[in-house]
């Protein structure tokens, strides 16, 4: 089984997939982010160091899920904090002209070597909730991140698992605190349960 939880930035993508993959004895394959040498300085000046970021974050991320295919390296279940083509959604908001068109074309050659998840989970959250929650955690770089970047980065996700063709669970984050409430979390589980297991038609995302 190959599992992915995924949503906009603060939305608790990771702590989901820790519990996820306790709950199925499954590796835990999480992001790198704070090791991204330049995300403090592209949150200070976004134009001057896009380029830069997308690239790191787009190539060490397939090196991260390429492991996934190759025999020996995983073994048995696995459960992501991110889906691959999250790096094209960010992208698309922070690259432009020539920039943009030398990462799609990167992104052509690789997207089409990594595995496809079971399922996808994607995590929904308002700006408002991702901003509080963003704050709460504490990172240093995030600390100005502001509410319409949130709003864009939301509606660009929308728009993304809106025709995502595979098979996506949609999860309103808002309703389910499965951090700090024990009913929640064992609530979204069962959730996730039962999609890993219905017989739906991919592209035929269901919504909790």
Not at 18 to 41: D, K, W
Not at 101 to 130: C, F, I, K
Request: one cysteine or more; charged letters at 25%.
């Amino acid at each position: 089984m190959y599992l992915v939880v995924e949503g906009p930035i603060g939305v608790g993508k990771t702590s989901l997939a820790g519990r996820l993959a306790a709950r199925y004895g499954a590796e835990l394959n999480l992001e790198v982010v704070e090791e991204n040498p330049f995300l403090a300085h592209f949150y200070e000046a976004p134009e001057a160091y896009a380029f830069q970021v997308q690239v790191f974050f787009l190539l060490s991320r397939f090196k991260q899920l390429s492991a996934l295919a190759q025999p020996g390296l995983w073994s048995g279940n696995v459960v992501s904090d991110y889906l691959f083509d999250k790096d094209f959604i960010f992208a698309a908001m922070n690259l432009k002209d020539a920039e943009f068109a030398l990462y799609e074309d990167l992104y052509a050659h690789l997207s089409p070597r990594l595995p496809t998840p079971d399922l996808v989970v994607y995590l929904r959250a308002e700006p408002e909730l991702l901003l509080a929650r963003i704050e709460k955690r504490g990172r240093p770089f995030e600390r100005d991140m502001q509410a319409a970047y949130l709003r864009d980065l939301t509606a660009r996700y929308d728009e993304y698992f809106r025709t995502y063709p595979g098979r996506l669970l949609t999860v309103d984050a808002s309703r389910y605190d499965f951090v700090g409430n024990p009913q929640d979390e064992q609530a979204i589980l069962a959730c996730i349960e039962e999609a890993l297991h219905a017989d739906t038609v991919a592209g035929e995302g269901a919504a909790v």
